[in-house]
């Protein structure tokens, strides 16, 4: 893509999507129409109004670096600098788990499991976005958010300002920032990939999420063994604690809740692609 051309929205488009997809890009074609979107400040459908447009030398030198970065397989949301969920938009940097849709489940699933919640803490809060749209869903709770990252907390903060969201974040593992301190719902999108496994994972992932986000121990559930049985001295009687899992976790998960004392049968939910996704249980009364 040189300077000197005359560089058309269709043209770019074209090149862009023929050079992301031999680097690996999956849907390249539209992650290059976001970018562009980005860069001219029109939407998708704007883009095609003005499809004979050419971009403007300012234009194009911004789009440029934006496509070299996602060529080597930086994270898009890292090169937009932020992530919709649950109809939200969040702030994404390195120091936080970029958000995924499959966690949407978890946060859906806590607000009609506990629709009342007063008390509501998010361990492992990373960019907060389960924190701030549990505040958004239940408006009358106080949520609490934990992280072990300091800079993961400052970006979890700014996105509370964005959205106006009353959250209360701690820094700390696990339990440890709310000692003595009870709840009505407990949720946590803890980190779950096995050690062996994260060096298969994609470049995305792998090189630019959190280590500490992803690494859940020889088999992935060495937070679940300590999250699930601490929880009990933490939720009021009748408090649910929800969980995310990996492919594959949920069954060994559930067995842990029926382990640890003081938990009524648990339940396991699907996200939107079949997958069982979330595992939680209810605090016996």
Same mark, same amino acid.
């Given at each position: 893509m040189t300077q000197?051309?005359?560089?058309?929205t269709l043209k770019v488009l074209g090149w862009t999507r023929d050079f992301l997809a031999a680097r690996g890009v999956e849907n390249a074609r539209l992650e290059a129409e976001w970018m562009?979107?980005?860069?001219?400040?029109?939407?998708?459908?704007? &883009?095609?109004?003005?499809?004979?447009?050419p971009l403007s030398d300012q234009e194009l030198t911004a789009y440029?670096?934006?496509? #070299?970065?996602?060529?080597?397989?930086?994270?898009?949301q890292h090169i937009l600098g932020t992530q919709e969920f649950c109809g939200l938009e969040f702030e994404v940097t390195p120091d936080v788990l970029i958000p995924r849709h499959d966690t949407e489940t978890l946060v859906n699933e806590a607000s009609s499991r506990q629709p009342a919640a007063r008390?509501?803490?998010?361990?492992?809060?990373?960019?907060?976005?389960i924190a701030i749209s549990l505040a958004c869903h239940l408006p009358g709770a106080s949520v609490t958010a934990t992280?072990?990252?300091? #800079?993961?907390?400052?970006?979890?903060?700014?996105?509370?300002?964005?959205?106006?969201?009353?959250?209360?974040? &701690?820094?700390?593992?696990?339990?440890?920032?709310?000692?003595?301190?009870?709840?009505? &719902?407990?949720?946590?999108n803890p980190p779950?990939?096995?050690? #062996?496994?994260?060096?298969?994972?994609?470049?995305?992932v792998r090189d630019h999420d959190p280590r500490t986000a992803l690494d859940g121990?020889?088999?992935?559930?060495?937070?679940?063994?300590? &999250?699930?049985?601490? #929880?009990?001295?933490?939720?009021?009687?009748?408090?649910?604690?929800l969980v995310e899992v990996g492919i594959g976790q949920a069954q060994a998960v559930a067995q842990l809740f029926r382990l640890a004392d003081g938990y009524e049968e648990p339940v396991v939910v699907m996200d939107s692609g079949g997958i069982e996704r979330v595992v939680g249980a209810r605090r016996k009364g």
């Open positions: 000197t051309e005359i560089w058309t562009l979107c980005a860069v001219t400040g029109m939407d998708r459908v704007g &883009l095609y109004v003005n499809f004979e447009k440029r670096a934006m496509v #070299a970065r996602r060529g080597k397989r930086e994270p898009l008390q509501v803490l998010d361990i492992g809060t990373g960019s907060g976005c992280d072990i990252s300091p #800079a993961a907390l400052e970006v979890a903060r700014g996105n509370a300002r964005r959205h106006n969201a009353d959250v209360e974040f &701690l820094a700390g593992s696990l339990f440890q920032p709310v000692v003595g301190r009870r709840f009505d &719902l407990i949720v946590s779950y990939i096995p050690s #062996a496994d994260i060096e298969g994972l994609e470049p995305e121990g020889g088999d992935g559930l060495d937070i679940y063994r300590s &999250l699930i049985p601490a #929880a009990t001295e933490h939720l009021n009687p009748g408090g649910w604690l």
